[in-house]
């Protein structure tokens, strides 16, 4: 636990640069390993519906940025939460990458 808040400390001192995103809202496909899976439906890939921004944005994020904490994170800032907005923070490194995503999830 004290790991985590050290983490957000140290991310929090560096340069960062913010995009404001649309809250993703869809269809993801599920696997078997997955515990939103019905096995009663015997398919080999399913789909399901989530608004959850691990579902759709954190996976690529952290194949093309890196690593939740260290080279990028995401919360909530002013309205936010009730214009359905979502605001990622990247290392200033990362700047052009945060162009990519603002412009694609928006």
């Given amino acids: 636990m004290k790991l985590y ?3 957000k400390l140290i991310f929090s001192l560096r340069q960062q640069v913010a ?3 649309r809250w993703p809202v869809g269809m993801i496909a599920v696997n078997e390993q997955d515990p939103r899976w019905d096995s009663t439906l015997g398919a080999q890939q399913q789909q399901c519906f989530s608004s959850d921004p691990n579902d759709h944005y954190r996976p690529e994020i952290e194949r093309t940025v ?3 904490g260290l080279d990028w994170d995401w919360g909530f800032e002013g309205d936010n939460c009730a214009e359905n907005r979502l605001t990622i923070r990247f ?3 990362h700047e052009s990458l945060a162009s990519y995503f603002a412009m ?3």
Avoid: A, D
């Fill in 104 to 106: 694609k999830w928006n």
């Fill in 19 to 21: 995009v404001t995103v």
């Fill in 5 to 7: 808040y050290l983490s």
């Fill in 91 to 93: 290392l200033k490194k």
């Fill in 66 to 68: 890196g690593r939740q």
